[in-house]
């Protein structure tokens, strides 16, 4: 084996040997004091500089993102401040539409009074859903204060576009959509029909990141440990002191449900031929 190259980015290095074991180039990777240490094959050793070259220079060109989706290589996932003037460019169609319809939603009282949040409020019974099915998803565009929504779309636009961006926005759609079914009829279930929120859609994609992240390693954009360990002390803390106003059955059943899709989706991915 030949050293091809040294890389002081752990994720970025392991994207590139997966990206060329896709191209059947076997690579190895080693640790060393000043980096990770890339080697390959000497009869692959020039094309496996050419393929180098061209992804260290543009590691976040697209058809590296779709090489790591689709062949479980791992992928960084950039992190852009919040503020800057590329943020909202960079969310995806998902993404974006799930930001601007919650805050729609949120400034429509100001304008159509509560006939809007009223009939996107989750019905008094559950025959009601084979009237109004949507209504099962609904409650999670409604927010009640400044700091509910502003809370929600932040985790909602940070973990919806990780997975909208290397995954793919229809996997963001369904998951959204499950997890909010899900979390709505826990909450339904425990406390009535008095309830909204994104949050049990945002433990879900919580759960969803983590266990998928954990199954499957190799995809390289795992959730950070701080952040995982952050959330489930909130939840925690809603639980102990906060049971009476905090919707705790939907941030359960939404994690639940998400960790329950992530480990599914993850086995399946890493399992599958490349």
């Not at 100001?110 to 609904?138: E, I």
């Not at 049990?200 to 994609?205: F, N, T």
Request: proline share 4%.
């Amino acid at each position: 084996m030949i050293e091809l190259v040294r890389v002081n980015n752990a994720a970025l290095a392991a994207r590139l040997v997966h990206m060329l074991g896709q191209r059947g180039i076997r690579a190895e990777l080693r640790q060393e004091q000043d980096g990770q240490v890339l080697s390959v094959a000497a009869d692959r050793f020039e094309e496996a500089r050419e393929l180098c070259q061209a992804f260290l220079a543009s590691p976040d060109d697209r058809r590296w993102q779709e090489d790591a989706w689709h062949s479980n290589a791992p992928a960084d996932v950039p992190r852009q401040a919040l503020f800057s003037g590329g943020w909202f460019r960079s969310l995806g169609l998902v993404t974006k539409s799930g930001l601007v319809l919650c805050v729609l939603v949120y400034l429509s009282p100001f304008l159509l009074g509560d006939r809007l949040y009223a009939a996107l409020m989750f019905p008094p019974s559950l025959d009601g859903l084979a009237v109004q099915p949507w209504r099962v998803v609904t409650p999670m565009l409604l927010h009640m204060s400044l700091l509910h929504i502003l809370f929600n779309l932040l985790w909602w636009c940070d973990l919806g576009r990780v997975i909208e961006r290397f995954q793919s926005s229809f996997q963001l759609l369904w998951i959204t959509l499950a997890t909010a079914a899900i979390s709505n009829l826990a909450q339904f279930y425990d406390t009535g029909p008095n309830f909204g929120g994104l949050s049990g859609v945002v433990y879900g994609l919580l759960g969803y990141l983590w266990l998928y992240g954990k199954v499957n390693p190799g995809a390289g954009y795992q959730l950070r440990r701080e952040v995982v360990v952050l959330m489930l002390v909130w939840l925690v803390i809603c639980y102990v002191g906060l049971s009476g106003i905090v919707a705790n059955s939907a941030h359960l059943a939404g994690l639940l449900s998400g960790m329950a899709i992530g480990t599914a989706v993850g086995l399946w991915r890493r399992q599958r031929p490349a």
